[in-house]
């Protein structure tokens, strides 16, 4: 049984930072793709970064430069590094894998940046 385990999130004042953390529990391989979505009350869920396994990885463009999505020393875990942190990032964050023959979610992480 594969779950992602999310946290890390948190209230922070902009310009903040913080480290979301996304595990695979259950899971020994190796995730073929990654990614980070957000969604904000109201808001379709919309995508933070992807990241394949080939190497291709996608920002959005509110992200680049400020965001940061990374595999982990444990095989299974993947973080999103999020710097000068503002307002509108305020959203519930979900972490995706895809692992080995599907794709999983978390279950999300609230995000509120104010000051």
């Known amino acids: 049984q594969v779950q992602l385990v999310e946290s890390g999130g948190g209230l922070v004042q902009p310009g903040g930072s913080l480290r979301l953390s996304c595990v695979a529990s259950?899971?020994?391989?190796?995730?073929?793709?990654i990614g980070w979505y957000r969604q904000a009350p109201g808001k379709q869920r919309e995508l933070v970064v992807s990241?394949?396994?080939?190497?291709?990885?996608n920002y959005a463009d509110f992200a680049k430069g400020r965001f940061t999505i990374s595999r982990g020393n444990a095989k299974n875990t993947v973080y999103l590094d999020m710097n000068n942190l503002k307002p509108e990032d305020t959203a519930v964050y979900y972490c995706?894998?895809?692992?080995?023959?599907?794709?999983?979610w978390g279950q999300g992480t609230q995000v509120t940046v104010s000051s």
């Open positions: 990241s394949s396994s080939d190497g291709t990885t």
């Open positions: 259950g899971s020994t391989t190796n995730p073929r793709d």
């Open positions: 995706y894998q895809y692992i080995f023959i599907r794709g999983y």
